[in-house]
């Protein structure tokens, strides 16, 4: 039996992420919108209502990252660090790079680094989320990114956590349960905002479902933008969160 498992391990090597913090991501990957100036745009173009044309801006809390917008001015890299404690950082400007845009997102606190930079346990929330963010949270915990090691885990009630990561764009349905969430988690904790439809409503922000009073009552201590997150941005968001000085 021992002699099988060294085998598997000799042949598989390791299947987890051994540099979680600077791993490769695909090319075809759409993260970090690069903008430069001198193209027409047509702001109806995106379905989310990211994209503004004068001055040109992409609001991340927003987009889809569809790539409907591609053009000569507006660029998608395949970088995948787009978290922030600051809602309005979120907005990409022209000739903005990822290191200038990721050196001013992260604001973290001693007091977060003191109590959760060793363990960290989260209630996910799917307030009316498609599933596409609850799949790919769901990933973060898998052999491949194994979150775990950094003691950052999901817990199955509110009462065993630290705070909440919230999915989908909060419908009517779903906003008692997630306020009682809320209350039912022990301070201190804290609170993330997991993609597009969480952070501002996405696609489904216009509409009469929707109840949002969750977000001006209760403060958020960091937005993941994506749709869906992917799980190198989610993992490093946090980590930067409660552990960046």
């Given at each position: 039996?021992?002699?099988?498992?060294?085998?598997?391990?000799?042949?598989?090597?390791?299947?987890?992420?051994?540099?979680?913090?600077?791993?490769?991501?695909?090319?075809?990957?759409?993260?970090?919108?690069?903008?430069?100036?001198?193209?027409?745009?047509?702001?109806?173009?995106?379905?989310?209502?990211?994209?503004?044309?004068?001055?040109?801006?992409?609001?991340?809390?927003?987009?889809?990252?569809?790539?409907?917008?591609?053009?000569?001015?507006?660029?998608?890299?395949?970088?995948?660090?787009?978290?922030?404690?600051?809602?309005?950082?979120?907005?990409?400007?022209?000739?903005?790079?990822?290191?200038?845009?990721?050196?001013?997102?992260?604001?973290?606190?001693?007091?977060?680094?003191?109590?959760?930079?060793?363990?960290?346990?989260?209630?996910?929330?799917?307030?009316?989320?498609?599933?596409?963010?609850?799949?790919?949270?769901?990933?973060?915990?898998?052999?491949?990114?194994?979150?775990?090691?950094?003691?950052?885990?999901?817990?199955?009630?509110?009462?065993?956590?630290?705070?909440?990561?919230?999915?989908?764009?909060?419908?009517?349905?779903?906003?008692?349960?997630?306020?009682?969430?809320?209350?039912?988690?022990?301070?201190?904790?804290?609170?993330?905002?997991?993609?597009?439809?969480a952070i501002s409503g996405g696609v489904f922000q216009t509409s009469s479902k929707l109840?949002?009073?969750?977000?001006?009552?209760?403060?958020?201590?960091?937005?993941?933008?994506?749709?869906?997150?992917?799980?190198?941005?989610?993992?490093?968001?946090?980590?930067?969160?409660?552990?960046?000085?």
């Open positions: 039996m021992l002699t099988d498992t060294i085998k598997l391990k000799y042949f598989q090597g390791k299947q987890y992420i051994p540099d979680i913090q600077n791993a490769p991501m695909r090319q075809q990957f759409r993260g970090f919108p690069i903008l430069k100036s001198g193209c027409q745009i047509d702001e109806s173009i995106c379905p989310a209502g990211a994209l503004k044309a004068n001055p040109l801006s992409i609001d991340l809390g927003k987009c889809t990252l569809c790539g409907e917008c591609a053009c000569e001015a507006i660029n998608f890299s395949n970088y995948y660090k787009l978290s922030s404690t600051d809602r309005e950082h979120l907005i990409v400007t022209e000739n903005m790079t990822p290191d200038e845009f990721e050196k001013a997102a992260i604001k973290s606190r001693k007091e977060i680094r003191r109590v959760f930079s060793k363990s960290l346990k989260l209630r996910q929330v799917s307030a009316a989320g498609c599933n596409g963010c609850e799949m790919e949270l769901n990933a973060c915990s898998n052999c491949n990114f194994d979150m775990g090691r950094f003691g950052i885990d999901f817990v199955a009630s509110p009462r065993h956590a630290d705070g909440l990561v919230i999915t989908g764009p909060i419908s009517e349905n779903m906003a008692y349960a997630l306020e009682d969430c809320y209350k039912s988690t022990p301070n201190p904790k804290i609170v993330i905002l997991a993609g597009a439809c109840n949002r009073e969750f977000l001006e009552k209760y403060p958020i201590d960091l937005y993941i933008p994506g749709c869906p997150i992917h799980p190198l941005t989610f993992i490093n968001g946090v980590l930067d969160f409660i552990t960046k000085k």
